[in-house]
């Protein structure tokens, strides 16, 4: 029977039946930790870029205002 060493207090998986080779185990871990990452990531997705966005976000559109410019003389 193989065993399987690990330094963490909870082993992420227990064979129970069977004799898994080295490489299967190796396999299975690689697998199990892949879709234990996937889930994490999507559990948190990063912040959003918005370098390319077409205006900044705390710019709200210009508002028409008649008083703006009240010293401007007109010739």
Known sequence: MTTVHTHAANPLFTVTKGDPTEEEIAALTAVIS?????QQAAAHPADR???????PANHNAALYNPHAFGNVAYF
């Open 34 to 38: 892949e879709l234990h990452a996937a």
């Open 49 to 55: 870029n918005g370098w390319g966005a077409a205006r």
